[in-house]
Structures are given as C-alpha cells and as structure tokens.
T-cell receptor, first 110, second 113 residues
Framework: AQRVTQPEKLLSVFKGAPVELKCNYS??????LFWYVQYSRQRLQLLLR??SRESIKGFTADLNKGETSFHLKKPFAQEEDSAMYYC????????????FGPGTRLSVLP | EPEVTQTPSHQVTQMGQEVILRCVPI?????FYWYRQILGQKVEFLVS????????KSEIFDDQFSVERPDGSNFTLKIRSTKLEDSAMYFC???????????FGQGTRLTVV
C-alpha cells in the first residue's frame, strides 16, 4: 500500500534561514509526488509536482527514487511561507486518488 | 480563476441525522474526489468519481456514505446516520482529464453533536 510520511509536525525557522520539509514515501511503482500548501483559513493549493521540476515561490523539490524521498526546500524562508505543507502521492498515471502525508506546519519567525 | 466551491462552510447536525455536503467542481473537470480531515489528523481519501460512477473508494467509505452527481454541476456526499466520529473537515476536489493536479474546495466543517 502507498504511504507518505512527514516526520516533522512542526518546523520553526527564522526569516532568511534555509528550510527543508521532509517527505518520504513507500510505493513500489512509479508515483507522482506533489506538495500541497494550506495557508491559514484557505484551501489546499498545489505548490509543486515532481514531473514539472519547477520552482514556485522559491521552493524546489527533487524526487529521489533511491531514497524514496521528495523533500521540499527553500534557501531563504519568508514570513509569508508560514503554512501547513502536505506531501502527497498519486499512483502512476492511472491512479485515481492522492495519498497525503500528515503535514508539517512551517512557522517562519521574524 | 475557476474554483471548486463547497456548501455549506459549516454544518452542525445531531447524531443519527443524515447530511448532504455539496460541491460544485470546476466546470470542465471530469474527475471528482471527496477527502476528509479529522481535527489534528491527516487528509484522508474517501472516494473518487468518474463517468458517473465510483472509480475508487477507501475503507472509510462504507455503506454509511454515498456520492451522487444529481445534475451537470453538483457533486454531493451523503452521510447517513451520522456519528460523533464523522465530525471532520470534508474537502471536495476535481481534476481535469490528462492533468495530474487536483483542485480543492475550501472545505465543509461537519460537527456532529
């Protein structure tokens, strides 16, 4: 069965510091990995997906199949980055549903 | 920008009652989902819907739950005989064919008392 783990429930960093939100997954096939973000009182929004290899709001994430990880990184955190971050997995192109990790609350301190 | 909309934003119901949570997916999307998030826990998949039928469902989605697309725009989740443990945030999502991203609604907070 697919599983997504995010070891940190809460991560606090100071503004300007680098941030890394960890995500590991277990799935034997070829998954698609995503990062969703939920700002206070707002809906879940897609932040990144591994297949597009893009940088959004300064965040990047690289899929490491050997380590089954998809860590989210940003070199200089901003206060507006404070939010809940969810790593999610979707099984190959024919998979229907997303499996979410438990989420990490990122708090960027001034 | 088109959005998935959910109504109501908050629903309070008595244990044993039936509730219907409503969602309007983005108009040209064909894949629909319901997820729930119990307070303090992770977002859990309930069901996916495509071509007017359930395509996948989780263990949570038992006979107490049903989904329907009653017309061309709405996608509903019905919970029969609600229990206290059904209290959660329920999210609807939709996805365009050929795209991997799912767009989420703002959620309905269901409180069973």
């Amino acid at each position: 069965a697919q599983r997504v783990t995010q070891p940190e429930k809460l991560l606090s960093v100071f503004k300007g510091a680098p941030v890394e939100l960890k995500c590991n997954y277990s799935y034997s096939g070829s998954p698609e990995l995503f990062w969703y973000v939920q700002y206070s009182r707002q809906r879940l929004q897609l932040l990144l997906r591994h297949i597009s290899r893009e940088s959004i709001k300064g965040f990047t994430a690289d899929l490491n199949k050997g380590e089954t990880s998809f860590h989210l990184k940003k070199p200089f955190a901003q206060e507006e980055d404070s939010a809940m971050y969810y790593c999610a997995l979707r099984r190959d192109n024919y998979g229907q549903n997303f499996v979410f990790g438990p989420g990490t609350r990122l708090s960027v301190l001034p | 920008e088109p959005e998935v909309t959910q109504t109501p934003s908050h629903q309070v119901t008595q244990m044993g009652q039936e509730v219907i949570l409503r969602c309007v997916p983005i108009s040209n999307h064909l894949y629909f989902y319901w997820y729930r998030q119990i307070l303090g826990q992770k977002v859990e998949f309930l069901v996916s819907f495509y071509n007017n039928e359930i395509s996948e469902k989780s263990e949570i989605f038992d006979d107490q739950f049903s989904v329907e697309r009653p017309d061309g725009s709405n996608f509903t989740l019905k919970i029969r005989s609600t229990k206290l443990e059904d209290s959660a945030m329920y999210f609807c999502a939709s996805r365009l064919t050929g795209q991997s991203e799912a767009f989420f609604g703002q959620g309905t907070r269901l409180t069973v008392v």
